[in-house]
């Protein structure tokens, strides 16, 4: 199945042209220490790497919260919206076009994402 599923993306899939960048993989908040309102260390880089910029941030949100039900999905819900809008609304006050910024916090690369769920299915 995944062959098969290999096969089709390699016949039909259109990459994005964007740049590569540092992805820390696995960037939600218990891997941000925090002193105040100030950011110290950001933690736990084992999944980073040099990715396609839509996954910064793109495509799997960030989580600020452990999600044990239905109110804390909603809440962390709520926050990863409110933080993609300000991570968008930062990139667009220093300059970054429509399409960068949809590249930052769209939905991600689909081939990536595909890897992703194979790799690690919920």
Not at 6 to 29: C, K, M, W, Y
Not at 34 to 43: D, E, H, I
Not at 57 to 69: C, H, K, N, T
């Amino acid at each position: 199945q995944l062959r098969a599923k290999r096969e089709q993306l390699a016949t039909s899939f259109v990459a994005v042209d964007e740049p590569f960048v540092l992805v820390h993989g696995d960037f939600n908040g218990w891997n941000i220490m925090m002193q105040g309102s100030k950011v110290r260390a950001v933690l736990d880089w084992e999944f980073s790497g040099a990715y396609p910029l839509s996954e910064l941030v793109g495509g799997v949100g960030i989580d600020v919260l452990e999600v044990i039900d239905d109110d804390s999905e909603e809440e962390n819900s709520k926050w990863n919206r409110r933080i993609m809008a300000m991570v968008g609304e930062t990139a667009r006050q220093r300059g970054w076009t429509e399409k960068e910024v949809e590249m930052l916090v769209g939905d991600g690369d689909p081939v990536v994402g595909y890897a992703r769920m194979e790799m690690f299915p919920t």
